[in-house]
């Protein structure tokens, strides 16, 4: 995927980080927003070459961290030092030029939709003062082809930013801080959006930059990768640094170490269900596709798994009436199902999280109680005006359920961590009664903590209703499941118990492996 430019940090050997001189040096930090502290005096190091995990529930404060050392926010107190030297940064340049270079968790916020591919990968050359001759389009072309051959990059540079898939936009936004030779890159939850295999080819190029001598700061919730590539990890928890692991990484006292408390077992029986309330018949992803059918049954959580570009998320949005059905037929509690488009599917009862939660859910500057109530406006309005306060006593609800940590209802969408707005988002459909709810990798950049309310919540309700689940990491689909359908190449291959699968099998059967030996797909489910 990525091969990281040369640099003179280091020369191509990795001896151990331990006992090198320090590269990035945190004394103090401190960050107050009004009344909400969150950070209080964090102090660590990075040193050259080393892969350090930066680890903690969401709301714990490292979003804070994050941007405090990119410059998006300036600390309260404390000081940050690169190289012995301190850096007081006014603006994200002064932290560029320091050589510090993140990749937010927000895809979008690392690219430029309206911009090619080429021209987002100069975008800090085009973008800086005196830097005209960068707006010649052949003269951007010609460098972007030189950059492209040189990190071995595989993406059409003429195409337009917002027409590649998000993981090809994470792949442009690594690309492009790894051509300026950072001795420190940032990296938030970078594989939230890649599939197994470009996961992989991360992980190589992680091993690669620190061979090379770039220090890594890798945030992620997946303690399988934290274990693989960090040579040491530091726990945040309520703004302040709780506790420090060195490898062998002991993931259950990290996990441990970020909620606070003993981390119980989340394997649970699998439920069988009752009956059938929704019926899916001979659908397809495209028009050419192998037909796809199952039922959803109430009493127990349908999880639908399978790499990315497996077809799982336009089987989701015909259901969801995000985008129109290609064939088949739907029935939900024996009544046809065809909705319109999306507004038409919630009239019917059926509702969904999607997948983008920045792109498709949150409305920027909005309340919380205003995201609530997003959808459900009949519940609230009288004569045709809104009532506010009951708006808000809603919202107030689905904070106290979900734990949001949140300054209160009246707080805007953007002041809340990736995770807590997560939990906003999906914790406001679970309030009310449907006849159908789907969500589409609910799980993406949220906490262990997080993970396990969401899916005790989704097994709660769907004692009433059918809930299906989408997601396609193994773990986290058999944590919330009773059955599991799995998905290659646009086609149902496996369906079973989740009590039956383990996170290795189904790797491998979502890999396609378990099927060269000859072995048909299930059909419908019974």
């Not at 009004?34 to 990075?46: C, E, H, K, P, S």
């Not at 714990?60 to 030297?85: C, D, N, Q, W, Y």
């Not at 603006?91 to 591919?117: E, K, L, P």
């Not at 497996?310 to 088949?328: D, H």
Request: charged share 25%; aromatic share 4%; proline share 4%.
């Amino acid at each position: 995927m990525l091969a990281p430019a040369a640099t003179s940090a280091a020369d191509g050997d990795n001896p151990s980080a331990a006992g090198r001189d320090t590269l990035v040096e945190c004394r103090g930090l401190a960050k107050v927003f009004g009344a909400t502290r969150a950070l209080n005096g964090v102090t660590f190091d990075i040193r050259p070459g080393e892969t350090l995990g930066l680890l903690g529930a969401n709301g714990a404060g490292k979003s804070t961290l994050i941007k405090i050392l990119s410059a998006m926010h300036r600390p309260t107190t404390g000081k940050i030092f690169v190289e012995g030297r301190e850096c007081a940064f006014q603006y994200a340049s002064d932290a560029r030029d320091a050589g510090i270079a993140t990749v937010h968790q927000n895809i979008d916020d690392n690219v430029v939709f309206g911009m090619t591919v080429a021209e987002n990968l100069l975008l800090d050359e085009i973008a800086r003062p005196g830097a005209r001759i960068f707006l010649n389009r052949g003269e951007i072309l010609r460098r972007a082809r030189v950059i492209q051959e040189k990190l071995e990059l595989d993406l059409p540079l003429t195409l337009p930013v917002e027409h590649l898939a998000p993981s090809r936009r994470q792949e442009l936004a690594i690309a492009r801080e790894l051509v300026k030779n950072p001795k420190l890159l940032i990296l938030d939850e970078p594989t939230s959006t890649l599939s197994e295999r470009e996961a992989q080819k991360l992980f190589d190029a992680v091993q690669e930059m620190r061979r090379k001598g770039i220090a890594i700061l890798y945030i992620s919730h997946r303690m399988s990768e934290v274990k693989l590539l960090c040579d040491r990890a530091v726990v945040l928890r309520n703004g302040m640094i709780v506790s420090e692991h060195q490898s062998p990484l002991d993931t259950k006292a990290i996990a441990s170490s970020i909620l606070g408390e003993l981390v119980l077992s989340t394997v649970r029986g699998s439920r069988e269900g009752r009956g059938t309330a929704v019926k899916i018949s001979g659908m397809r992803c495209r028009p050419h596709s192998p037909e796809v059918s199952f039922s959803m049954k109430k009493g127990e959580v349908l999880g639908l798994t399978g790499l990315i570009g497996a077809g799982k998320t336009e089987i989701l949005e015909q259901i969801c009436g995000y985008r129109p059905l290609v064939s088949g037929a739907m029935e939900i509690e024996g009544k046809a199902l065809r909705p319109k488009d999306v507004a038409d599917a919630m009239l019917k009862g059926v509702v969904m999280v999607p997948e983008q939660r920045a792109m498709q859910s949150i409305f920027p500057g909005d309340t919380l109680w205003q995201h609530c109530s997003i959808g459900l406006i009949n519940l609230f309005s009288r004569a045709g005006f809104m009532e506010r306060s009951r708006e808000i006593a809603f919202a107030r609800d689905v904070i106290k359920a979900f734990r949001v940590v949140c300054p209160g209802a009246e707080a805007t969408i953007e002041e809340l961590s990736g995770g807590n707005q997560q939990k906003l988002l999906v914790g406001r459909w679970l309030q009310q009664e449907w006849r159908l709810v789907v969500l589409d990798e609910p799980f993406r950049g949220i906490d262990i903590g997080a993970r396990g309310l969401i899916s005790q919540e989704l097994r709660r309700f769907s004692e009433h209703t059918p809930v299906l689940v989408c997601s396609s990491d193994p773990e986290e689909v058999i944590e919330v499941a009773d059955r599991v359908i799995i998905m290659v190449d646009e086609r149902i291959a496996h369906e079973d118990k989740a009590s039956n699968l383990t996170a290795d099998s189904l790797a491998e059967i979502m890999s396609g492996a378990a099927f060269e030996g000859g072995l048909q797909p299930i059909g419908e489910a019974s």
